[in-house]
């Protein structure tokens, strides 16, 4: 068996090659793949080669932890069923190609326990449910409460927005400095930082990935004020003492979504609270996988680019 998948052969070097796949085991379960999205976060850096140290780090490797697809054959061992759609957020089935995190291909084996079954309706809208787990993640921290102010529009923070309307929070805040990404706000106010002169924030979550941020944040928190690091930054965080020890400042950091995160926003999802609308603005078939990597990358307009594997049978 073997599968079409995207490999970072180097930084900013794409190629679609056909990889060999172990036979599946008892447990396991085969996926085809029928869209998988590019994270403009983790993907981005490894496009780019400034990837900090992380495990399991290194060239060659098949990137995308946002798939969803159809189980096409199933172990005795497993529960699952021939035909569901599931996501699936990556997999390690390459061989000696790693896979970090192994979603972007056409087929992926994976144990069954990591392929959860999702609604029909939800479609390509599926590969929205690792961001959607990584934003819930932000506040089932014990004492986590959701965040008045959110940096950063694109669609972690439109999902930490929805999330927090949703919980019954008060409508937090977005700080967005491009204006291209204003619109699509709904029930809560996305602006310019530069127009905003409130200096009382109690919970502030960054998710720009900006590594130079902090001190601009410590100034807009209240006393005993919490900032949350939900972004992924390639430099070094640091900050001005003063500024933080006048305020007595928090710092928290969010890593990575946990299996109830997932499972909570999957409840969300099918009670009609969360919705996953409007975040996915461009498509291109796998095929084209560079140049969509390219726009993913390049393009501020692009909110979020999936793969559609569909046509490389």
Request: charged share 25%; aromatic share 6%; glycine share 10%.
């Amino acid at each position: 068996m073997d599968t079409l998948a995207v490999v970072l052969e180097r930084p900013e070097h794409l190629a679609l090659r056909s990889l060999p796949l172990a036979p599946p085991r008892a447990d396991e379960v085969v996926v085809d793949v029928e869209w998988s999205g590019i994270s403009t976060g983790t993907e981005r850096l490894l496009w780019s080669g400034r990837m900090p140290p992380f495990p399991g780090m290194g060239y060659p490797l098949v990137p995308g932890y946002e798939s969803v697809g159809r189980v096409s054959a199933a172990g005795p061992d497993s529960t699952a069923r021939v035909g569901e759609r599931v996501f699936v957020p990556g997999a390690r089935c390459f061989g000696e190609v790693r896979g970090l995190f192994g979603g972007a291909a056409e087929r992926l084996i994976v144990p069954a326990d990591k392929a959860m079954p999702i609604d029909e309706a939800l479609g390509e809208r599926g590969v929205l449910m690792a961001l959607a787990a990584t934003a819930y993640h932000v506040t089932a921290a014990p004492a986590a409460v959701h965040p008045q102010l959110i940096v950063g529009h694109g669609v972690l923070g439109r999902l930490l927005a929805r999330l927090a309307l949703a919980a019954g929070a008060p409508p937090p805040v977005v700080w967005e400095s491009n204006p291209a990404r204003r619109d699509g706000a709904d029930g809560y106010a996305v602006i310019d930082p530069a127009s905003d002169d409130r200096r009382d924030y109690g919970v502030v979550c960054d998710v720009s990935g900006d590594a130079a941020i902090l001190d601009t944040l410590i100034g807009r928190l209240a006393p005993g004020g919490e900032i949350v690091l939900a972004g992924f930054y390639s430099e070094r965080v640091g900050f001005d003492f003063p500024g933080a020890f006048m305020r007595e400042a928090r710092l928290r950091v969010a890593a990575e979504w946990r299996e109830p995160d997932l499972r909570a926003v999957k409840a969300l999802i099918e009670e009609g609270r969360l919705s996953l609308d409007g975040l996915i603005t461009h498509r291109h078939a796998a095929r084209q996988a560079e140049q969509a990597y390219r726009t993913a990358f390049g393009d501020p307009a692009c909110l979020k680019m999936i793969l559609d594997w569909r046509d490389c049978a």
